[in-house]
């Protein structure tokens, strides 16, 4: 197995307008060690022709289309199955890597041999020609007290910010390169992304495990690419009633699963003023999110299964992994 080869992994749903895009530049990277696989997950557009139509001739394709939709979640680990590749990249079919992206990634890896890599973040900005042209979307994931997880920089000018490299909490599902070793490593029952996750916070769920696990997530900003983020909070009144759902749900599963005793004294008040507002919210103006409640009390003896697995298998202490509640990053 070449131990530099890179699978890149796509997972689309009413992807259309964004393939051609996307495609293009995977096709444009100069790093070629790679091979593609998409997994469509019954979209009712036309992203299933997109691929035959635009996909790099010169790269293997690997292409499975589900009658269901499964997800983000259920879709990557889809095609996490089709590879063995050493690395993988998650890319969104809104994501558009600079031809430079996988080799700068890579490199940063390769300058930490002696270190647990199990993921490196690029720097993702938003599309040059768009309305948010010279703004950053992401730079690594950090944690709050409050429980929130943020995609670092996002919103705040390019120019000049987050310009060294660094270690970070994680890496957002678009565009990151992760190690496959790692991957295998935390995965639980076979899962890499957790499916009950499904759209939305499994990137961040996927971090706590490799921070529980000992694995480092480097940020690396030479590498860019573009990313035209569709769901973001100040959004969240136009996004689909089943995404703010799984939105609100996940919230509550990424605690119910990873937060342990001293964390609960330590960010117990604002994640509770979290939750209050959360609540109010959705009595007042997002009924239909209502039933991420019902689910999570329908599916409690699952839920306490799983966090007695997670928990099971750490390997770093608690004290290691809350500090990224207080520390955006650490030096390498």
């Keep these: 197995m070449d131990a530099a080869k890179v699978a890149i992994c796509i997972v689309t749903h009413n992807s259309e307008e964004d393939l051609r895009d996307c495609l293009e530049s995977v096709g444009a990277l100069r790093f070629r060690a790679i091979e593609l696989v998409i997994v469509d997950c019954a979209s009712n557009d036309s992203s299933v022709a997109a691929v035959t139509e635009n996909h790099p001739p010169d790269i293997p394709l690997v292409h499975r289309v589900l009658s269901d939709n499964i997800g983000f979640a259920g879709g990557m680990n889809e095609a996490l199955a089709q590879t063995q590749a050493p690395w993988v990249l998650t890319l969104n079919p809104d994501a558009r890597p600079h031809p430079d992206y996988l080799s700068s990634l890579l490199d940063r890896a390769a300058k930490h041999p002696e270190d647990r890599i199990g993921a490196v973040a690029g720097r993702l900005v ?35 910010r987050w310009a060294h490299a660094d270690r970070v909490f994680g890496a957002t599902g678009a565009a990151s390169l992760f190690s496959r070793q790692a991957l295998n490593d935390i995965a639980i029952d076979g899962e890499v992304f957790l ?27 030479s590498a860019l690419c573009e990313h035209r983020r569709r769901n973001l909070p100040s959004r969240r009144r136009e996004m689909p009633p089943h995404v703010n759902m799984h939105s609100l749900k996940n919230r509550y599963l990424l605690r119910l699963y990873h937060q342990g005793g001293v964390n609960l004294l330590l960010t117990g008040v604002p994640t509770l003023l979290r939750d209050l507002a959360a609540l109010a919210y959705v009595l007042v103006l997002e009924r239909s999110s209502l039933a991420a409640y019902r689910w999570l009390w329908q599916h409690r003896r699952e839920i306490l299964h799983r966090r007695r697995q997670i928990r099971a298998r750490r390997t770093v202490e608690d004290p290691t992994v809350n500090r990224w509640f207080f520390r955006g990053s650490l030096p390498l």
């Excluded at 938003?126 to 429980?147: F, H, I, K």
């Excluded at 996750?197 to 940020?219: K, M, N, P």
């Design 126 to 160: 938003r599309p040059q020609d768009g309305p948010e042209a010279g703004l950053l979307d992401a730079c690594g994931m950090v944690l709050s007290p409050s429980w929130r997880h943020f995609d670092r920089g996002s919103g705040e000018p390019a120019a000049g």
């Design 195 to 221: 499916a009950e996750f499904h759209s939305f916070r499994e990137d961040a769920e996927l971090c706590f495990r490799l921070q529980e696990r000992g694995w480092d997530v480097l940020y690396e900003p």
